[in-house]
């Protein structure tokens, strides 16, 4: 038997208002296993308490999804039906939730933490938690691959810190247009990966709100063997989750509650691999454009002069010899000069001679003998 305050459900779900016992409000319909029994490994001392049943309550924490909505395997942690909604067994919850704070605290001794929350409900409060237990988060949109293809995912991540690392120190030797067009990409991949630019390796845990909704991050971790922490609804599959926590991931109240007290657990630890996260807008800041320097080159004179005057060596100017040539070789020279002409004109002659001989063979000599005959037969 849970005694419950006056609740109001604060989502469109249903509205419940009752000052008696829960129990008998609802029509038990399940009647689940015992919940299994924290490892060794993961039991650690905690000064951080659970949060009240009367707190849970209030927050809708108890409320799931439409009964014709649910998913049969979710049938161990569903307490009963109540107008057709299914309500969650919170006698349940807490020592889920309890398993899954010590773990994740113990997982962030030995290795970085991601929370991912894309619902649009849930964006602000998983951006504010990670920010306060310094750890790494996604809460825009999974990239496909962020773990499988971890070394690709990083090939962009590099690109948007040194985008971000161009513009702290002032972009050199670019135009106004390619500095637009850098910060469409910085504003592009910030998007995507603003929460994980300080991730260098995988995470060794996953905390999720809705893995429904974050199927593609769920699959991802199962192939990877990453411990997947997360809210599960009715209308999800538990068996696939590492450490569930039955509880309403729908309504802000609810997601707050459970979110708070995951980032206490790791903020109580201290972990090594806390990080600190810096969030600049530079799509509205002014990004200082530093022109590229130039090199300034003396004339080639005055170094030719400071050359000159520097060294040790003395430049002494060459007196040209001319050599005489000999009276026989110039002889011979215009002798064959010469002959060299009297050769020339006699090749010309003869190509006259040929010039000749080929106009009176050729066709006009025979037209001029045709019409030298026709003129002497006329006179006859």
């Not at 005694?3 to 000052?19: F, I, L, M, P, R």
């Not at 894309?118 to 825009?140: E, F, L, P």
């Not at 996260?277 to 002069?305: F, L, M, N, W």
């Not at 010309?348 to 005959?373: C, H, T």
Request: hydrophobic share 40%; charged share 30%.
């Amino acid at each position: 038997m849970i005694k419950s305050d006056t609740v109001v459900a604060t989502d469109s779900k249903v509205e419940v208002k009752a000052e008696v016992k829960v129990q008998a409000s609802v029509t038990s319909t399940v009647n689940p296993p015992a919940v299994a029994p924290v490892p060794e490994l993961y039991k650690t001392d905690t000064k951080i308490a659970l949060p009240e049943t009367k707190h849970l309550l209030k927050a809708g924490l108890q409320f799931g999804h439409e009964a014709k909505r649910w998913n049969p395997k979710f049938a161990d942690f569903i307490f009963g039906k109540k107008n057709d909604i299914h309500i969650i067994d919170i006698s349940k919850t807490l020592p889920l939730l309890k398993r899954a704070g010590d773990y994740i605290a113990a997982a962030a001794l030995r290795g970085p933490i991601l929370f991912v929350g894309t619902k649009r409900q849930a964006s602000d409060v998983v951006a504010d938690a990670a920010h306060a237990a310094g750890a790494h988060y996604i809460t825009t949109r999974w990239a496909g691959g962020l773990m499988t293809n971890f070394t690709q995912i990083q090939i962009s991540v590099n690109r948007l810190n040194d985008l971000e690392r161009q513009f702290e120190e002032g972009v050199t030797g670019r135009t106004k247009y390619e500095v637009a067009q850098m910060r469409k990409d910085w504003e592009r991949l910030n998007r995507l990966y603003t929460g994980v630019k300080q991730l260098k390796q995988r995470p060794v845990a996953v905390f999720m709100v809705d893995p429904e909704f974050e199927s593609g991050a769920v699959r991802e971790c199962n192939y990877l063997d990453i411990p997947v922490v997360a809210m599960v609804d009715t209308n999800s599959d538990p068996s696939i989750i590492d450490y569930p926590i039955p509880s309403n991931d729908d309504a802000l109240g609810s997601i707050k509650l459970v979110v708070d007290y995951i980032t206490a657990r790791i903020d109580e630890v201290n972990s090594p691999y806390r990080v600190t996260h810096k969030q600049k807008d530079y799509t509205k800041e002014e990004i200082v454009i530093r022109k590229t320097e130039t090199i300034t080159t003396k004339p080639i004179a005055e170094t030719v002069a400071a050359a000159a005057t520097t060294s040790e060596r003395k430049t002494v100017t060459a007196t040209p010899v001319v050599e005489a040539k000999p009276a026989k070789a110039e002889a011979d020279k215009k002798s064959k000069t010469a002959k060299d002409k009297d050769a020339k004109a006699g090749k010309s002659a003869d190509v006259a001679e040929k010039d000749a001989a080929g106009a009176q063979g050729g066709i006009l000599g025979r037209f001029q003998e045709e019409k030298n005959k026709k003129v002497a037969s006329k006179s006859k």
